[in-house]
Every structure is written in C-alpha cells, then in structure tokens.
C-alpha cells in the first residue's frame, strides 16, 4: 500500500451512493463512519455534484477580497443560521484551522493569553488545536506546542469556575466529544460553561467540528441546550464532502480579529457545496432525521445487545457502543465480514457517524450484524 502517512484499509473504494460504496470489485458498503461525518446527505448527492459543476465552470477561484455571489450567499446563509447573533463569518478548508482561527481570535478580542481546554478533548492537529486537544499520544514528538493552555474535568463546571477568570481569553470545548470516546456534556455544564465564561469575560469557544451541521439532531448541537457562544467552529460535513471549515463568532470578537487570513479561504466552488449542502440539509429537515434515526439505534442497539457491552451513548447520529473488547477488532469484523464501515473512538468505543440520511432499514442491518461481530471477537 502506497499510503504516505496514513494505514490504509483493504477496502479500495471505486465510488459512492447515498449511504454506500462501493469497493473495486463491486462489493457494497454500508458507510456509518467511512466519510467520517464529512456526507451528512450521503455520497455524490446530485444538488451537491450540480452546485459544483456549475460554479467549476463559472469561476472556479478568486481571492476572497473579491466578492462572488456564491460566497456573499453562503456568508448571508451561515449568518442566519448561526446560533444567536454568532453572525460574522470567517471559511478556512478544516476543522483544525477553524479552531486556529478561533483561538487567535479570542487573544486578539480580549486581549488576554491564557486559554482553557477540557480532558478528552479533540481540536485538531496543527500546533496551536493540537495543544488544545488532551490526548497525549496525538503531540508526542511534536512538542513544545503553543503555550498557554490549561485543562480542567470534561463536565466538572466547579473545576472550571476555579480556572477561568480575567485573564483566560478563551474556554474552548466540543458540546459532545467525539473522538475522545462519545462523550456527550450535560446541558448544566454546558450552561455553567457559558455563565461561567460571561462572568469572566471569556470568549466560549464551541468545537462543532463534527457536532454541527445537523448531526446530533438540531442544526447545531448548542441550539439543543439553548447556548449561545461567542464563537462557533465547523468543518466535516460542511461541504459534503468537499474541504470547508468555518469560524462564526460575535461582534465583539469580530471586530478585533487581528490581521488573520488565508489564501483559500471561501474559495468559490467549496462555497457552492456548502450552500448546496445546508439547502439541501434543511430542505429535507435532515436535523430532524438524525434525531428520530439517532434514537431508534440507540434503542434498538440498547434492547440488542443488552449487557454484552458496557455502555451506549450519543445523540443523534453520533452514536458510540463502549466494549468489551478491542474496538479494531470489532470493526474489523463489521467491514469484512458484514460489509458495514464504521469508526473507533479510542480503544474500546466503536463509533457510528453514517449520512443523516440512513433509515431504520440500515439501521437495523447494523444492529443485527453487531452480535455475531462481537461473539467472533470473544472466541
Ligand atoms: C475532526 C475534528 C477536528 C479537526 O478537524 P480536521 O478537519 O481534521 O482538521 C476538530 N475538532 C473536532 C471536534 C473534530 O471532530
């Protein structure tokens, strides 16, 4: 395998449909985690694949100091549906320079250096998300990594009203952590966690990267517990696919961004997939869709496999089954053997995050395959 960085899987993908792909020699897969919930409408959704054509053939790029309609809509898009007045727009090409961009942001507005991150965190893996992100394993060899970070207890709002005072600039967190295990934060720490950054004068940063974009059932997870922060991150589904992050945030942080900026940023065709991608998303009350779906597995996968696991959790259609055994072996079995993709997060969590469009048909393929995987783990 030819792979440079990455460990690749013996699953060569020839194309994709709607919640499937489909490998070389024409076998078929379930996709709950391959696209890593960067295709919230499925794979080559037509408004998507149209979107691009056209704006390929229009413009297909121009620096962002020179309007294009197609940008102008996605900033007037976003900007509404932003959570509160999180209006101001900044588009980079991933979640981790959303995130850069929103740590930079809040030292600049505030003017302070001290910033907060929680344990199990995720942010990404440039320097300044990477420090930001708990898990040890992900700097090792990289360090020193940019400075000023604290952490405090996922959770624990009494560890955080100790840490953040008038000299943090910024808490960032993610309303449900993903890639530290499924890990979803109670609406009164979530609360507690924006008192607590008000009070302080504190910019609440909230990581939506993989959160957002309709996925745990609401457009944005913070919507769900009636949130609002001072600036929202999002990247993976946004552009189905297609490379996009983005940095909403308030007035008092925009107007202070510092000299911030990016040659890519909203360039023209991304833009066309994002605006086709939230379009279409509400268009078909997907958000809703998650939910309804989101809880149907997590019954069905409660009722199914009962004490064979340790612990079901999530919301919407992010979705982890903390195991027994070794999650890789687990989702080892699931691909080759039932042809269904999914994810870890970490070791023992195997992680579901399939297009918002998937039914209990699929649904139920999954949870019926999920037994006989584990048993071929035991043995
Ligand atoms: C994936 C992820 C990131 C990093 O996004 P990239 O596009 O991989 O840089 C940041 N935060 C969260 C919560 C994520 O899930």
């Known amino acids: 395998m030819s792979g440079f960085v990455f460990t690749e899987k013996p699953i060569p993908i020839d194309h994709g449909e709607g919640p499937y792909l489909y490998s070389d020699d ?24 149209r979107a691009v054509k056209e704006q390929v053939e229009q413009v297909n790029f121009v620096q962002a100091s020179y309007p294009v309609d197609v940008r102008t809509t996605l900033y007037d898009r976003l900007a509404k549906l932003a959570p509160g007045d999180n209006d101001k727009v900044w588009l980079c090409n991933s979640g981790t320079e959303a995130n850069e961009a929103a740590l930079k942001f809040a030292r600049h507005a505030t003017g302070r250096q001290q910033l907060v991150a929680t344990t199990r965190g995720f942010h990404g893996r440039t320097m300044g998300a990477l420090a930001a992100t708990w898990n040890q394993e992900y700097k090792e060899g990289f360090e020193p990594l940019v400075g000023g970070i604290e952490f405090v207890e996922y959770g624990n709002a009494d560890a955080l009203s100790e840490v953040v005072s008038d000299q943090t ?5 993610e309303p449900l952590q993903g890639e530290g295990g499924v890990n979803p934060g109670s609406s009164e720490f979530l609360r507690r966690a924006r008192e607590i950054t008000t009070e302080a004068g504190a910019a609440l940063i909230v990581d939506e990267v993989q959160t957002g974009v309709g996925r745990t059932g609401s457009l944005w997870a913070c919507d769900a517990v009636d949130i609002v922060p001072d600036i929202l991150t999002t990247a993976k589904g946004l552009a189905n696919g297609l490379p996009m992050g983005a940095t909403l945030c308030r007035e008092w942080i925009a107007e202070n961004p510092g000299s911030h900026g990016g040659t890519f940023s909203g360039g023209p065709v991304v833009c066309a997939a994002a605006d086709a991608t939230l379009e279409t998303l509400l268009d078909n009350d997907l958000p809703d869709h998650a939910a309804r779906i989101g809880e149907y597995l997590v019954d069905e996968l409660e009722t199914t496999l009962g004490d064979t696991v340790r612990d079901v959790r999530g919301q919407g259609l992010l979705v982890g089954i903390e195991v027994r055994h070794d999650a890789n072996a687990i989702l080892r079995e699931l691909a080759l053997e039932h042809r269904i993709l999914a994810l870890p997060a ?7 995050l399939p297009p918002l469009i998937v039914d209990e048909t699929h649904v139920d393929r999954v949870v019926s395959a999920l037994p006989e995987a584990l048993a071929a783990v035991e043995s």
């Open 169 to 173: 600039a910024g808490l960032i967190l």
């Open 346 to 352: 970490g070791r023992t969590v195997v992680r579901f």
């Open 26 to 49: 024409g076998t078929e897969y379930l996709d709950f985690g391959a696209s890593y919930a960067c295709s919230p409408l499925g794979h080559c959704h037509p408004n998507v694949i």
